[in-house]
């Protein structure tokens, strides 16, 4: 297959909110148009990293190919880009979205649109990709489809009423979903002449092959002996092999031309010279200049993590290392604290990146960990004229050296019932949110503009949200740039001794409040010892809030009944088992948990 | 007592009624579950009695559950057939637990008259609410009545137990209950108390989780807890009681012998559902499922070896139950390494903190170490 009718190909991705069915419709997708049989299809094909199973949503893009028979009799090669579905990840997600020519917009045929559906359509809308939507879930009791049209068309200002009915659960109406995205889909441009233009969408890290571009072609060809440079990354290798996702698999091919999406492997042995958004180009006959969209990704969320038992801290390295070559987006380096000794200081995307990371730091490669409270990168404009950017509080210099501080924004917009909005504004107003303005979406609904510093959700936002609107509340943001803010560090106080790890940035006019709550957590958290713990929260060396643990006054068992003595013993064990869990700091041992007690702050959770 | 000495426990699990806090291996049975339960615990006496023969009995000691609850002639067969399985000394220490609300004049008889000479009587609180919130089934009244009548049956070593920091209790109504105690004549020679723990699986557990102790009904903070005992040390004290263990407290030559045997490691053999042993370094539990245990009174019977670490860990946490606490020269003796070799950084820690005292004798807790036993005995496991 040497030569493919360009005309006959489609690429193509799936918008939805999380949860409305976009993992399920890929799978009869793939399913319906023969690639594989139901006995060889997993429940999810397209997501497997077992994490993402349990967590319902999809992290990395992948792609998959399959052939369709269409009722005009033709083959088409249909290129599915699955995208993932978190705000954490939309640059991933627009670089995605750039690879296609179209999307299908899936919408709860019950929930109707949510704020995510939103901000992926207008994603894809941006990219000038032509979206058709379909309804899912149409047999839920509750589905009310003619609702969702109508409010498809008013809110999003797309065709719907010729929008398949489905229910990719139970595979009905996917074959009118085949069917237009053969007839709605535009097919790809570009010319298999030209320079070679290529967009990363993804890459991977593979033993064996090294690095593996995910790419779609869009001008010019590649294949095996092609020299390629990286534009942005300025790496240059010679191609190895190209071919295209079978599913699961890589299937090798001749080459990969405009129109064309698939892989390429070239001995690369760094994720970071395959950044995604980067153009690959013939190196030997370049083109003009590199496909728009690029930027360097950034750590928005930085924590430290360290490992519970200070002697793995080698295979925390090691563990670290491996998940980078797979994840160019988590970036960490060593720090040390007095309190938690060595670790590191990683950055992530965002608060699930963090928490997917951790996860598979605990669960792939077996650590136990320590990890503080994430913070977001404030910058530091100094008294000499230096700016420096802050990941680690403890870096914080001293107040007289600051001249001011700024913090990251972001353009929050949040999509809720309208019985729920005060409870929601009260909740922003909390946060310091900036009210901008809110629109009606239909009676019921209203979309809540607001901008918000980045350090006020990054916590417990979403539980919060989610808590005071019953769940019903739906969440999306964009980073917006720096602001200036009267920002100070929290220190935290165990026994008269600062605790490194436990220091935060928090607002002014929020310390008070934040120090309180932190301290009584804390009480809780710290065991009795036998001397009394003062627990103290302070700004600038001022005490700001206090609560004390009182000494251990009891710790007896009662009657040693009839001689019952390894009843007695699994008690004793099981209290000296605690006590490696802890943390030593002086003469305080601090279970590791404490040192996460300031994400859960939100009293009304 | 001598090392080819025995100790003998005997479990009666059947109540009348289960206690709300009470989380032993007992229960109200029917009569007819009792008769079979009695004659699978003496086909177990045989067995195992048959296989320590050698050694004397220094002690035997029925526990429940409610002993009391066993007729006359039960309890005398029981003690027949210990008679002639087992080689008992002459002093022998023999104890049987009693509940005020199931003794009687004629069964405390019975008791002296086949050999049993310490009652060791459950009363909890000398205050009739206490009792009925503990769920016992007697008042103090009928406690008074059960007291006086071992008295004329001829019982002079008698041990009550107590239950301090109950729900509700104050330190007035604590020392209220140990007041009335101290009047009765002539005095108990022996007193165990306890402060309340809550078990899992009990009725208590159940309250607390449902939030029921509250208001006039909550529990007393740490603090009171132990300023409760800490009254009643100095008042028992004062009453010509010394304590040497952690909760029990004698008239000088009363202790406990049977209790003072677990704590040095002696051996004893445990019959009945659940019971534990201890025979060389062995140390067994008995079936715990009363109708498997009543089809097999041998079988499911778990053992384990302990290594020599685990001797010595028990040795540790055990003896510093006893106020004597733990001698060097017993623990070089048997271990034929020094106490200081082997456990010197964790002795030098809790003498600094002010919880172990240590001498060229020993080492033994100190009051607040008692206090606090659970924190030091954990740091002396391996």
Redesign the interface.
């Known amino acids: 297959m040497s030569q493919i009718d360009q005309s006959k190909i489609r690429n193509f991705c799936i918008v939805a909110h999380i949860d409305h069915g976009k993992s399920t419709l890929a799978d009869r997708i793939i399913e319906q148009t023969g690639l594989l049989t139901s006995r060889e299809m997993q429940a999810q094909v397209l997501d497997n990293m077992d994490l993402e199973r349990e967590r319902g949503i999809t992290i990395k893009a992948q792609a998959v190919r399959t052939v369709y028979r269409a009722k005009d009799g033709e083959e088409y090669i249909f290129n599915l880009i699955d995208t993932p579905g978190h705000v954490d990840f939309n640059y991933e997600v627009s670089r995605s979205l750039a690879a296609c020519d179209g999307a299908i917009l899936v919408v709860d045929a019950a929930q109707g649109i949510e704020a995510q559906t939103l901000a992926n359509v207008y994603l894809a809308l941006d990219h000038d990709l032509d979206v058709f939507p379909v309804i899912n879930k149409i047999d839920l009791p509750s589905a009310e489809p003619q609702r969702v049209i109508e409010e498809i068309e008013d809110v999003i200002g797309i065709e719907a009423q010729d929008a398949p009915l489905i229910s990719a659960k139970n595979g009905i109406g996917i074959d009118e979903v085949l069917e237009q995205i053969v007839h709605k889909i535009p097919a790809p441009k570009g010319s298999p002449e030209n320079p070679l233009q290529a967009l990363i969408f993804d890459s991977v890290y593979d033993s064996y092959k090294g690095v593996i571009i995910f790419c779609r072609i869009m001008e010019g060809t590649v294949k095996k002996g092609t020299k390629i440079l990286m534009m942005a990354t300025g790496a240059t290798e010679e191609v190895v092999e190209v071919g295209y996702f079978g599913a699961g698999q890589f299937i090798p091919c001749e080459e990969l031309s405009a129109g064309m999406v698939g892989y390429i492997t070239a001995s690369i042995k760094n994720l970071k010279d395959t950044a995604v958004g980067d153009t690959v180009t013939d190196a030997d006959r370049p083109c003009s200049e590199p496909l728009p969209g690029y930027k360097k990704v950034l750590s928005m969320v930085y924590c430290g993590v360290y490992p519970a038992d200070g002697a793995k801290y080698p295979d925390l390295r090691d563990a670290l290392e491996k998940l980078q070559l797979n994840d160019a987006s988590l970036n960490y380096e060593p720090e040390t604290s007095l309190a938690l000794g060595f670790g590191f200081r990683c950055g992530f995307l965002g608060l699930l990146h963090l928490e997917i990371i951790q996860e598979r730091l605990e669960r792939e490669y077996n650590l136990d960990l320590v990890t503080t409270a994430p913070g977001v990168v404030y910058k530091v404009y100094k008294t000499n004229g230096e700016c420096m950017e802050l990941t680690n509080p403890s870096n914080l210099p001293d107040p007289s050296e600051i001249e001011y501080m700024e913090e990251p924004i972001v353009s929050a917009e949040i999509m809720v019932t309208s019985e729920f909005i005060g409870s929601i504004m009260e909740l922003c107003q909390e946060r310091r949110g900036r009210y901008l303005g809110m629109e009606y979406i239909e009676g019921t609904r209203a979309l809540l503009k607001y901008e918000l510093p980045l350090n006020e959700i990054i916590y417990d936002f979403f539980d919060a949200l989610k808590s005071r609107s019953r769940g019903y509340a739906s969440f999306d943001y964009d980073i917006k740039g720096y602001e200036r803010s009267k920002l100070v560090k929290l220190d935290i106080l165990i026994n008269r001794e600062e605790v490194d790890a436990l220091s935060f940035i928090v607002h002014a006019d929020s310390a008070y409040e934040r120090g309180r709550k932190m301290c009584e957590k804390l009480k809780d958290e710290i065991p009795?010892h036998?001397f009394e713990i003062p627990i103290q929260a302070a700004v600038g060396g001022k005490i700001i809030a206090r609560e004390t643990v009182?000494a251990?006054?009891?710790?007896?068992?009662?009657?040693?009944?009839?001689?019952?003595?390894?009843r007695?013993?699994k008690?004793?064990?099981k209290?000296?088992e605690g006590?490696k869990r802890m943390r030593q700091i002086g003469n305080v041992e601090i279970p590791q948990k404490a040192f996460m007690s300031v994400l859960k702050l939100d009293d009304r959770n | 007592m001598t090392e080819t000495d025995l100790m003998l426990?005997l479990?009666i699990p059947f109540c009348r009624k289960k206690c709300n806090y009470c989380d032993?291996l007992s229960g109200p049975f029917s009569p007819e579950v009792r008769r079979g339960y009695l004659d699978a615990l003496k086909t177990e006496l045989r067995a195992r009695c048959g296989a320590v023969r050698g050694k004397r009995v220094s002690s035997i000691?029925f526990?429940g559950g409610t002993p009391s609850l066993l007729e006359e002639e039960e309890i005398s067969g029981l003690m027949e057939e210990l008679r002639s399985a087992a080689d008992i000394l002459p002093d022998a220490e023999i104890t049987i637990e009693c509940n005020p609300g199931t003794a009687n004049l004629e069964k405390l008889k019975v008791y002296r008259e086949i050999g049993i000479n310490r009652l060791s009587i459950g009363v909890q609180s000398a205050d009739d609410e206490e009792l009925t919130l503990l769920g016992r089934i007697h008042t103090w009244e009928d406690f008074l009545k059960v007291y006086r009548q071992a008295e004329a049956a001829g019982f002079t070593n008698i041990n009550l137990d107590l239950m301090s920091a109950l729900p509700g209790q104050t330190l007035t109504s604590w020392m209220n209950t140990l007041e009335k105690v101290l009047a009765l004549t002539p005095q108990p020679v022996h007193l165990?108390v306890?402060?309340?723990?809550l078990e899992e699986g009990t009725r208590f557990m159940e309250w607390e989780q449902q939030g029921k102790f509250c208001g006039r009904w909550a529990l007393p903070s740490?603090?009171l807890?132990?300023e409760m005992?800490h009254e009643t040390l100095v008042r028992l004290k004062a009453a010509g009681y010394h304590r040497y263990e952690?909760?029990n407290f004698s008239k000088e030559g009363y202790e406990c012998r049977h209790?003072c045997g677990?704590?040095k490691r002696r051996e004893?053999l445990?019959l009945g559902l659940g019971?534990?042993?201890?025979l060389g370094a062995e140390?067994f539990?008995n079936e715990r499922d009363i109708k498997r245990y009543m089809a097999d009174p041998l079988e499911g019977r778990q053992s384990?070896k302990l290594t020599r670490r685990e001797e010595m860990?028990?040795t540790m946490?055990?003896g510093l139950?006893m106020v004597e606490g733990v001698s060097r020269k017993e623990f070089q003796d048997r271990f034929h390494v020094t106490l200081e070799s082997t456990y010197g950084a964790v002795i030098e820690k809790n003498h600094r903190?002010g919880?172990l005292l240590s001498d060229e004798a020993g080492v033994r807790l100190t009051e607040r170490g008692?206090?606090?036993?659970?924190?030091v005995?954990?740091?002396f496991?391996f």
């Open positions: 009795r036998l009182k251990m006054r009891k710790d007896v068992l009662a009657k040693c009944y009839g001689g019952d003595i390894s007695k013993k008690l004793l064990e209290q000296k006590k | 426990y479990h032993f000691f526990g165990s306890y402060s309340l723990i740490e603090e807890d132990r005992a952690i909760s209790n677990y704590w004893y445990g019971a534990a042993s201890l140390r539990d384990q860990e028990e946490f055990l139950r903190d919880l008692m206090d606090l036993s659970n924190y005995m954990a740091q496991l």
